[in-house]
Every structure is written in C-alpha cells, then in structure tokens.
T-cell receptor, first 114, second 113 residues
C-alpha cells in the first residue's frame, strides 16, 4: 500500500535549470495537489487537479507548470529554477472531501536551487 | 477566501503538563478542519480532523480538538505532554469542494524536562 509517492526526495538545481517533481498515488483519488513549505509560512498551495485533464492554480503558481494525463500521476514542473523556489514540496491526494475522506500527503521533496 | 491563524509561533511546555495550541479560521461556510504534526525533516502526519457532528474530536497520540463555531476556533489539546510531542503543528481548513487546504503558519512546540 504505497499511498502517495514523491520522487526525488532531494534535489539540487542550478539557477535556470528545469526539472520535474513526480507524484503518484495508487488510491484512485480524483483530487491531487501540490504545496510548498517555507519556514514561517506554513504550506501554500501551488496547483491542484480535480481529475484527469483538469488543473487549476493555487496561491503561488508562478514558475510552476502541471498536467494530469492520468488519475495516478500529477507531476510538477519547474520551468526555469530560481533560488526563490528553494523549498520543500509536498504532493497530496484525496477522494471527495464532502464525504470526509482523508487527505494523504507524500513524504516531501527537498529542493535547493543554487 | 479562507484563512487560518495560529497566534503562537513557539510554545514551550514542561513534560507532563497540559497543552493547548490555538487555531482560528476564517471561512464562509461550514469548514473542514485539520491538525497535522511535522517532526524535523519529516512529512506531515494527520492528528485529527473535523468534518461534521460532534464538535469534540479525538485524534491519535492522545490529542483532541474542539470546534467552536461562535469563536471560529479549532484548538488542539493534550492533557499530558511527552518529550516525543516536540514538533511543529499545523492547523488547516479545507476549501470543501476541491479538497485543497489552507494552512496556518505553524506552531513549534518545545518540551522541557
């Protein structure tokens, strides 16, 4: 029972490089989302998806791109990394919230941009 | 838009003493409310959640929280703190429809011997 799997766990990028953070869930959840966590800021929503082919922006979407071609996967792309994107990234998934479904988080991806 | 306020950035509690972490939210409809805990370098662990029904919610590790609509609060409590409870605690409100969360900035709990 894998739950929500994020890769890589740690990554160092140079400014201007691009990369993709992978997120996969095996619970057949419709809803998936990406958050970033910065000291003293809590977690902030970057992008979210309510199903395959449907995505929308959250609170801090600039510099990030997402797509949802399958129910299982929700990758987060950094198009041109900047030091301000140094953060810890969490992917989450859940079923319908109104039914009381738990929101499951991945273990996080630590990204440093130098 | 919804928001969450955790007024205390740091709290220090003696081991064995009681704990209350404050959380106030702003949301136009009936909120879905959560408490998560995070140890250094680790991911998020769900302590408890409130969706509806009984306003006193029991969670894991001996934690409980009470939803008070009149005060827009969802404070987390534990009667006797253990050293292993030292961590950062996050309160969050669900946006309801899309299963996304708005988090508070967190409260760091320090436990003194």
């Amino acid at each position: 029972n894998a739950g929500v799997t994020q890769t890589p766990k740690f990554q160092v990028l140079k400014t201007g490089q691009s990369m993709t953070l992978q997120c996969a869930q095996d619970m057949n959840h419709e809803y998936m989302s990406w958050y970033r966590q910065d000291p003293g800021m809590g977690l902030r929503l970057i992008h979210y998806s309510v199903g395959a082919g449907i995505t929308d922006q959250g609170e801090v979407p600039n510099g990030y791109n997402v797509s949802r071609s399958t129910t299982e996967d929700f990758p987060l792309r950094l198009l041109s990394a900047a030091p301000s994107q140094t953060s810890v990234y969490f992917c989450a998934s859940s079923g319908a919230p109104s039914s009381g479904n738990t929101i499951y988080f991945g273990e996080g991806s630590w990204l440093t941009v130098v | 838009a919804q928001s969450v306020t955790q007024p205390d950035i740091h709290i220090t509690v003696s081991e064995g003493a009681s704990l209350e972490l404050r959380c106030n939210y702003s949301y136009g409809a009936t909120p879905y409310l959560f408490w998560y805990v995070q140890s250094p370098g680790q991911g998020l662990q769900l302590l408890l959640k409130y969706f509806s029904g009984d306003t006193l919610v029991q969670g894991i590790k001996g934690f409980e929280a009470e939803f008070k609509r009149s005060q827009s609060s969802f404070n987390l409590r534990k009667p006797s703190v253990h050293w292993s409870d030292a961590a950062e605690y996050f309160c969050a409100v669900g946006a309801g429809r899309y299963s996304t969360l708005t988090f508070g900035k967190g409260t760091m709990l320090l436990v003194s011997p």
